[in-house]
């Protein structure tokens, strides 16, 4: 949890100190599955929780994301420009996970574009309930995959954010 921390630290004006008193706050926690809430919950605490299979870095890295208020990047109301939702091959009852945000209200994209290497790129065969892939690029990437650390533009999005001066 630690290092997934000081990875948005080493990268963005985040950071994450032990509560206090404070209000709002992130509550990591053990529990079913791997989730957060996404950004802040005014009034009181967000719950984050890392379930059995959730102890790797990139996965407390991705859930932190979604703590500080980032969606899905394959959920971005622009990724039919970018990508493909294979849903015949998505497990019906993680349908909801391919749903696209709205712009303003939900996703704000800080003019970065979409980001295949973001951290918050499911893999391309993400709850796949055949084995096949449930996302598809629509250009070739040359090798460039999804899920595997936090992204430059992962980084300036989150500074752009967060108002990170001087970064």
Known sequence: IKEAMREWESKTCLRF???????????????LGCWSEVGKVHGRK?????????DYKHVM?????HAIGFWHEQSRPDR????RILFDNVDDSMK?????RKWGTE???YNVPYDYGSIMHYPWTAFSKNGKPTIEPIRDLN?????????????L??????SCAGM
């Open 17 to 31: 100190v032990p509560r206090t008193n404070e209000t709002n706050y992130v509550w990591i926690y053990r529990s």
């Open 46 to 54: 967000n719950y984050l929780s890392m379930g059995k299979g959730c």
């Open 61 to 65: 890295v991705h859930e932190l994301g």
């Open 80 to 83: 039919d420009n970018y990508i």
């Open 96 to 100: 909801y996970n391919f749903e696209k």
């Open 107 to 109: 996703v704000i994209d």
């Open 143 to 155: 090798g460039k995959l999804p899920y595997i650390g936090l992204s430059d533009d992962d980084a």
């Open 157 to 162: 999005q989150a500074r752009r954010m967060y």
